[in-house]
């Protein structure tokens, strides 16, 4: 009898990324990640080189002066953040610690695929709530609340269909939850946000005890190869995710390219500037060759070609000219294409292939 996981981990159906890479084309253009559209900052690519000598060093386990320069860059108390390895580390955390066997999970239809992954490892039921227009639906998520939900993740705006709760809409499912269950925003794209009526969770966790902001390294600021995530968080639950996270879950390396990202002059705003720039032109270039293309709060846009056949053939289309994007069976949304906002020269290019390609399509000869 060979060593066996624990009941229900075998279930897990491994998390299924982007393609990076295409057999017998040597230039690729990469819209499959949602990374952001500027490489890394220069800054960040200094600090990271400058530190070749310094690698048998343990990092700062408490990582207190990139924390301190978050606090600094969004206006929040160094004490109620926690780094983690990706904002990924951070979810598996709070699901391990506030989860667990008899304990349920609510996400909804198509929400981000790692926490049913991080949940199912805990040991949660995964409770999947109906949707609006792929949007998740605050009433809908009320009404499956149990006595067994533990917690609640809403990725805001959410991947992969980028669509994205009003700040009184999240009010009002904190609102409704029981006040033990714990909350958890997912704000990967706040960064790309213009909305007035957008708040990325700071509000709710400054209002109570139990509700957790989740942030990211891996988009806007570029640096998702180093694995680098924070959260905001009421003292109990900092003081929890203290006790459980891995020690030195941050690496020297992430903590001071980190550092150098926040202090990257004018990176959030050219980023963001860019992303509503082109993610509006591409939207526009897609919806012109017939395709439908659903609202997007993030840096990718969510294309929709009616059925797999089609998106399945459109993609292939991509991939011959060396772009890759993000293909959405596993979510769900088998007649759908998840692409990335990267450079003026590769949106055209996506623009260019997926015109041609519809104009090639029956119905549209
Ligand atoms: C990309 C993404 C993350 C970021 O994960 P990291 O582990 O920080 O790279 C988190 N949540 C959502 C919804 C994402 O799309």
């Known amino acids: 009898m060979s060593p066996q996981p624990r009941t229900g981990i075998l279930g897990i ?5 982007g393609e990076s890479k295409v057999v017998g084309q040597n230039r690729t253009v990469q819209l499959s990640f949602n990374e952001g559209a500027f490489g890394v900052p220069p800054g960040a690519r200094a600090a ?11 990092p700062d386990g408490g990582a207190h002066e990139l924390r301190r320069a978050i606090g600094a860059r969004f206006g929040l108390d160094p004490e109620r953040i926690v780094c983690g390895a990706g904002s990924d580390d951070l979810i598996y955390q709070l699901c391990l610690a506030y989860g667990g066997p008899g304990t349920e999970l609510m996400m909804s239809r198509h929400g981000f695929s790692v926490y049913e992954i991080a949940g199912a490892y805990a040991g949660c039921r995964v409770i999947k709530t109906p949707e609006r227009q792929l949007t998740a639906d605050v009433d809908a998520m009320l009404a499956a609340v149990s006595p067994a939900t533990r917690l ?4 805001n705006p959410n991947n992969p269909t980028g669509s994205m709760l009003p700040q009184p809409e999240v009010e009002r ?3 409704g939850l029981p006040p033990d269950v714990l909350l958890v925003l997912d704000a990967a794209y706040a960064e790309y946000v213009d909305r007035p009526d957008f708040n990325p969770g700071t509000r709710l966790v400054d209002a109570g005890d139990n509700t957790v902001m989740t942030r990211t ?7 998702g190869g180093l694995r680098l995530g924070w959260c905001y968080a009421p003292p109990g639950i900092v003081d929890v995710l203290n006790r459980v996270r891995s020690p030195f879950n941050v690496s020297l390396a992430a903590q001071a390219a980190g550092i150098a990202a926040l202090a990257e002059p004018g990176w959030i705003e050219a980023g963001r500037a860019h992303n509503v720039q082109y993610r509006g032109w591409l939207s526009a270039e897609l919806q012109r060759a017939g395709i439908r293309v659903w609202p997007s709060e993030g840096n990718f846009i969510l294309a929709d070609f009616g059925t797999p056949e089609q998106a399945g053939a459109a993609h292939a289309a991509l991939r011959m000219r060396g772009v890759m994007v993000r293909a959405m069976g596993g979510y769900g949304l088998p007649q759908c294409l998840r692409i990335t906002i990267g450079t003026a020269e590769e949106c055209a290019l996506a623009a260019e292939i997926l015109a041609e390609f519809m ?4 119905a549209h000869a």
């Open 152 to 155: 609640v993740f809403l990725a």
């Open 48 to 58: 990271y080189t400058a530190l070749a000598g310094e690698l048998h060093r343990y």
């Open 217 to 223: 390294f891996s988009k806007i600021f570029g640096l």
């Open 359 to 362: 104009a090639h399509q029956p």
């Open 13 to 17: 159906a491994p998390y299924v990324g």
């Open 173 to 175: 499912l904190r609102a």
